[in-house]
């Protein structure tokens, strides 16, 4: 690899092992280059024997921990990694796909052994860095950009069917509005895919159309859209689909606050619905749809390192609330 780099073995091995010596970017990219061209990939036992440590490091990119879901993830990831002696380190992307590049670069630098990534803002950048950082990486929940690998998660339109279907066939509901952000122009950063795929299963659930009250994916965007909504719109929906859970609650405040009864008026139901309490609004328990966060943790670690067994795909279950009448 050295002859066709046109460079040392000491620089190859510099490379490959992001240090000790400093490499310039010129002869970094010939290495690189070298790498591509003759197909090679670094022996991770044969690393191991050279440099024996019990502990090794998963780079973790997700949204914003303080999400009950992204929570719930990562305290999965962190508890099931520990059992298999490896260290996480967390990087907070705020949907910023930005600050994705530069956490993913900075995990490179510090010579994490695979990288995770829950609702990717820019996966190919990040797929590109690290397929010349040589770090396996693994996809979670959603991506941003396409990517030649499968996504680990729940299907979210079979989703957002699946709690649709629960209003018409349980409780006769058709007359349902969408809650949330499914167009560019609305969502910048957020879940925006997600959401899309949950519309998307809400309307074949049905059978046609399911209008939208577009937002953005905060809840006081939600909180907003829906209150105007309620006051200026020639008719009441008897129920809400809300595309994600942090703006679950700020709907049901709207609806409230517009002087309407939960579940009496309008049903309101969502996605993974995480905490009894529903923050703070006792007297409500969320009807909504659950990702197996614990298997989907269990399946992204295995494929990082290295299990060959085809992705299964992970299908949704319907939590039963209060919120929906039942």
Request: overall charge neutral; proline content about 6%; aromatic content about 6%.
């Amino acid at each position: 690899m050295a002859s066709h780099a046109g460079t040392s073995t000491a620089v190859v091995s510099y490379v490959l092992n992001n240090g000790p010596r400093p490499v310039s970017e010129v002869l970094r990219a010939k290495v690189i280059n070298a790498i591509d061209e003759l197909g090679y990939r670094p022996d991770g036992r044969a690393r191991a024997l050279r440099r024996p440590r019990r502990w090794r490091q998963i780079g973790l990119l997700v949204p914003d921990v303080t999400l009950p879901l992204f929570g719930q993830f990562v305290e999965q990831i962190e508890v099931q990694a520990r059992a298999r002696e490896h260290l996480i380190l967390i990087g907070n992307t705020g949907y910023d796909p930005e600050r994705e590049i530069e956490f993913a670069a900075a995990f490179a630098e510090v010579g994490v052994d695979g990288l995770l990534v829950i609702g990717a803002a820019n996966a190919p950048q990040t797929a590109k860095l690290c397929r010349q950082e040589r770090i396996p990486v693994v996809w979670m929940h959603s991506v941003r950009g396409d990517v030649p690998a499968d996504i680990v998660g729940v299907d979210h339109s079979h989703a957002g069917e699946l709690i649709t279907r629960h209003l018409i066939e349980g409780h006769g509901c058709r007359d349902i509005v969408f809650v949330g952000g499914i167009a560019e122009a609305d969502v910048r950063l957020g879940d925006r895919e997600a959401v899309q795929q949950r519309h998307a299963g809400a309307q074949v659930a049905v059978g046609g159309r399911v209008p939208v009250i577009r937002t953005d994916l905060t809840p006081a965007a939600a909180y907003a859209a829906v209150g105007d909504f309620l006051r200026h719109s020639a008719r009441r929906p008897k129920a809400f689909v809300v595309g994600t859970y942090g703006q679950t609650a700020a709907t049901i405040r709207a609806v409230l606050d517009a002087g309407l009864e939960i579940p009496a008026d309008i049903r309101v139901v969502g996605f993974d619905g995480t905490v009894n309490d529903f923050r703070g609004y006792g007297q409500f328990r969320l009807t909504a749809a659950q990702q197996p966060v614990g298997t989907i943790a269990c399946q992204a670690l295995s494929r990082l390192m290295g299990d060959p067994q085809p992705l299964e795909v992970l299908e949704p279950t319907l939590q039963i609330g209060n919120s929906c009448g039942c």
